[in-house]
C-alpha cells in the first residue's frame, strides 16, 4: 500500500510538471530502469549496455522474443572444416554514415572486442575462439578457430560491427561524446544527457524493415515508482522492471497494458574465491582475516543453506520468479533436470560451519545493486537476515546503483555480492565459460568470474563441451560440468526472475526471455 500510495504521488507531481505528456505521432519514449555504463558497443556485456548499443549498431545474428538465432548481418555461415567456418555477409548494407559495410569491418570489430580497457563486462569470452578472421572478399569471412567450437555463431555473432575506419586507438570517449557512433541499425545516435536520457532518430537508409518510429528517447528511471509514475502520466510510453509488489497498479486500465515473460536470467550470489584476505571479511569481533573462509566448500554450502530461496520468491518478488539450483532454464542446453535448488536448512548450515572451524560464525559485508532487476535492495536486506539467522555477523548490507556496482564488482572490490547472468544462446556454455571457468585473459575463460572461482576438475568437464558438434552430447556434458561447479557451490543460484513490461494505449511490447527493452520489440498498436 505505502509503495502505491508513492507511486500515485508521484503521478500528481508528474502530470503537474508534464501535462498529459502527449508524444508526437511516430514517436516513442521508453522508461528504462538501469542507465549503460559507455556508448561504445564493445564495452561491455551486461545487458543495460546491450540495451542501448542495439538500437544503433548490429551484429551478424540476432535473437528474436523467444532466444531464436536469425540471421542479421550474416546471411549464412557453414563449418568447412572443424577449425574453419565461412560466413557470407548481407550485400548493400551501409553504415549511417553511408560508407559500405564489408567483411573486413567485422574482422575490425572482432578484432576490438578481445581487449577494451576497464571493462565490466568483457567480450573477450565471446570471441576467444577465433584464431584469425580472414577477408575472403567484400561480403565472405573465414574465421580460423583454435579449437572446434560447434557455436562459433552464438559466441562471434553476437559482437556489434562497427566500421574500420574508426582505427586502433577508437576508445569509450570516442563513442560516448558521439563522434564514433556509426552503426548500420534501424535508428541513428542523436544525443545522450548522461543519468538523463539517450535519444535516436530513424535510419532512412535502413537495409530491413521500416523504422517504426520517428524518434525515439530513451529515459533512465531507476526509481520503479517514477517509471510507473511517467507511463501513467504520458511521459512515457513503455516502462519496463516493474516491481511484482507494484503489477495491481496497472492491471485493469483501459490505457496500459501488461506484458510478462519467464526470463533466462539467473539471479546469483558470488564469493570472493580467489585470494587469502578479501575486503569485507571480519571475524567476529570486525577485524579483518588472513584467511578467507568463502575458500572452502563447507562455508559455501552453509551460506547456501541458510537462504530461504522459496520464500524469497513468495514474499520478496510476490511470486514473481522461481528458485533454482543451476544456471540455465529448462528447454536449454545444459540444463538438468536432477539439479534442485539447495534445500533450506540452517541446523545443516551450523553443522558444516562448525566442521569448517566457525562455530561462532564470520563477519562479513553484504553488496548489491539497487536498480538492476525488481527488488534487488530487498532482496539483499532478505538475505542480509538470512545469513544473520544462519549464525553470521553481518556486519553491513551495502547496495549502490548498477553503473557504480558493476565496475566494482569486476574490479574486486567485494566479498560476497549478488550478480546476475542472462543466459541469450542456445545452451549454457556461454554463461559456463564466462562466469565459472577460471578466471584467464590470455584464453578468455572467466572473463565475468568476478569472485575467481577455479576448479580444474569443472574446467576439464567444460573444455570437451565446448567442442562437441552434437546437439545432445554436448547438453550431457555441459550438465555434468554444471553438476560439478553447483555441488562445489562456485556460486549460489536462487531464482530465474518473471519481468513486466507496461504500454500505454497504441504500443505493444514483445515480452522476451532476453529481458531486452529495445526499440525492435516495441511496435505501434494497430
Do not use: C
Amino acid at each position: 500500500m505505502r509503495r502505491l500510495f508513492a507511486l500515485l504521488t508521484l503521478l500528481s507531481a508528474t502530470a503537474v510538471v508534464t501535462g498529459t505528456g502527449t508524444a508526437q505521432a511516430g514517436d516513442l519514449r521508453m522508461g528504462r530502469a538501469t542507465e549503460h555504463g559507455s556508448l561504445d558497443p564493445h564495452y561491455s556485456d551486461l545487458g543495460s549496455d546491450v540495451a542501448t548499443a542495439e538500437n544503433m549498431f548490429e551484429s551478424m545474428i540476432h535473437y528474436d522474443a523467444k532466444l531464436t538465432l536469425k540471421p542479421s548481418l550474416a546471411v549464412s555461415w557453414k563449418s568447412i572444416d572443424p577449425l574453419t567456418w565461412d560466413i557470407e555477409l548481407r550485400a548493400g548494407v551501409k553504415f549511417h554514415d553511408g560508407s559500405p559495410m564489408t567483411a573486413a569491418d567485422v574482422a575490425y570489430s572482432l578484432n576490438r572486442a578481445r581487449d577494451i580497457p576497464n571493462s565490466p563486462g568483457p567480450l573477450s569470452s565471446f570471441v576467444r575462439p577465433v584464431k584469425q578472421a580472414e577477408v575472403v572478399g567484400p561480403t565472405t569471412l573465414r574465421i580460423h578457430t583454435v579449437n572446434p567450437t560447434p557455436l562459433l555463431m552464438d559466441m562471434i555473432g553476437r559482437i556489434f560491427v562497427i566500421p574500420a575506419k574508426l582505427g586502433a586507438t577508437v576508445a569509450n570517449e570516442d563513442f560516448n561524446a558521439g563522434r564514433a557512433m556509426i552503426g548500420t541499425g534501424a535508428y541513428r545516435f542523436k544525443s545522450s544527457a548522461p543519468g538523463d536520457n539517450v535519444v535516436w532518430t530513424a535510419n532512412p537508409a535502413y537495409w530491413g524493415e521500416k523504422p517504426a518510429f520517428e524518434t525515439v528517447t530513451a529515459k533512465f528511471l531507476s526509481n520503479p515508482a517514477s517509471r510507473g509514475a511517467a507511463l501513467l502520466s504520458g511521459s512515457v510510453d513503455v516502462i519496463e522492471q516493474i516491481p511484482p509488489a507494484d503489477i495491481g497498479v496497472f492491471q485493469n486500465r483501459q490505457d496500459v497494458k501488461l506484458f510478462d515473460m519467464v526470463s533466462t536470467r539467473v539471479i546469483y550470489i558470488a564469493m570472493d574465491q580467489g585470494r587469502d584476505e578479501s575486503p569485507f571479511i571480519t571475524d567476529k569481533d570486525g577485524k579483518p582475516m588472513t584467511v578467507n573462509p568463502l575458500r572452502d566448500r563447507r562455508v559455501r554450502l552453509a551460506l547456501s543453506k541458510t537462504i530461504n530461496r522459496q520464500a524469497i520468491v513468495e514474499r520478496v518478488l510476490s511470486g514473481a520468479g522461481e528458485p533454482t539450483g543451476q544456471i540455465v532454464p529448462e528447454g536449454m542446453g545444459g540444463h538438468d533436470p536432477a539439479l534442485k535448488p539447495m534445500a533450506f536448512d540452517p541446523a545443516g548450515a551450523k553443522k558444516l560451519l562448525a566442521e569448517a572451524g566457525y562455530p561462532d560464525g564470520f563477519g562479513l559485508t553484504f553488496h548489491s545493486s539497487n536498480n538492476r532487476f525488481p527488488n534487488d535492495s530487498q532482496l539483499a536486506q532478505a538475505l542480509g537476515q538470512m545469513f544473520t539467522r544462519g549464525g553470521i555477523k553481518v556486519n553491513g548490507v551495502e547496495v549502490v546503483p548498477y553503473n557504480v556496482y558493476a565496475p566494482a564488482a569486476t574490479q574486486r572490490k567485494y566479498s560476497m555480492f549478488i550478480f546476475s547472468y542472462g543466459s541469450v544462446a542456445s545452451s549454457s556454455l556461454n554463461g559456463l565459460t564466462g562466469v565459472l571457468a577460471t578466471y584467464d585473459a590470455a584464453k578468455g575463460t572467466g572473463s565475468l568470474n568476478r569472485a575467481r572461482y577455479s576448479n580444474t576438475a569443472f574446467d576439464d568437464a567444460l573444455r570437451p563441451a565446448s567442442a562437441e558438434f552434437d546437439p545432445a552430447k554436448r547438453g550431457a556434458l555441459l550438465a555434468t560440468a554444471t553438476r560439478i561447479a553447483m555441488e562445489d557451490a562456485g556460486i549460489l543460484p536462487l531464482y530465474w526472475q518473471r519481468l513486466y513490461w507496461a504500454a500505454r494505449k497504441g504500443f505493444t511490447v514483445d515480452a522476451n526471455r532476453g529481458e531486452a527493452t529495445t526499440i525492435h520489440f516495441v511496435h505501434p498498436a494497430h
